[in-house]
């Protein structure tokens, strides 16, 4: 089931004060829509596409043989990879809180559950990017025109298969949302692994700004206690997590605990331009301990 009421409470109550998106909603909108043009541009410009229905599949403008075309894929799909260990080892789990498709279409789906008045739009926009993104895959593995030009049975394959992967993704996201996140996603086990601990991340950089309202806790979707990522005992085993996880490796660099911490301490535009208790982003150690001791005298 979804995380619960009292987060999508508070980011919708959030979002109407603000009478605008977040600015970390923007920049997942933006890079969603980039991650997925990509996605959809890969097979359709003749860059590179598997074609299970004809069996012409496609390298840089040539039709090979599939065993050719898995080879030519082979490399670039390795160094894909690299680079997102590295980047993920380095600076942290960025990729899964603004560019895994599932978590965004998660947070869409929380958005809807809050948006009562326009639920019916807000559903009808779920299911539109999860026909999007199933759409994406079957682009990758077969010509769309199989849709229209293929047999019968062609047809029902690909349409089968089509509605499967987006009504699959739409059920995800709907009945389980980011708990899938917090507790089954193999590829955050994965991530959590690489980014044990990293130089980027939440902190507590202005404490005496802190309220102690716990409202960066009830938000955020790993179950963490964002003020305290490197104080905090460990989070429990949970589903595929467990144990010897650090709490820094858990977080997914979301900014949710940040969005919520602006909004509760900031509500006129005079004290938007304050600092709040939360940021993300490179730690600064010493500009926090700084900041303590100054509290303490």
Known sequence: MPLGTVRELLLAGLGRARRSPHRYTWWRIGIGTLFTSLVLALPLSGLFHFDLWRGAHTVAGET????????????????????ILLATRFLGRYLC???????????LFDWARSNRRHAGLARAACASVALLLGYAVLAFWC???????????????????????SGGLYW???????????????SGVYFAVL??????GIELAHPQACTDCGACDSVCPMDLEPRRLAQAAPREERGWYGEGFSNASLCIRCGDCVQVCEGVNARTRAELLQPVALRMGFLRTQDVTADQERERA
Do not use: M, Y
């Open 64 to 83: 090979v043989d599939f065993t050719t075309a898995a080879k030519r894929f082979a490399f670039p799909f390795l160094g894909i990879n690299v680079l």
């Open 195 to 200: 980014a044990h601990e990293g130089p980027t």
């Open 97 to 107: 809180g603004f560019v895994c498709p599932v978590g965004s279409l998660a947070r």
């Open 172 to 186: 995800l996201c709907a009945r389980i949302g980011l708990a899938f996140c917090q507790r089954w996603c193999p």
């Open 143 to 165: 010509d769309v025109r199989v849709l229209v030009e293929g047999t019968p049975l062609a047809r029902a394959l690909a349409a089968g298969a089509w509605l499967a992967l």
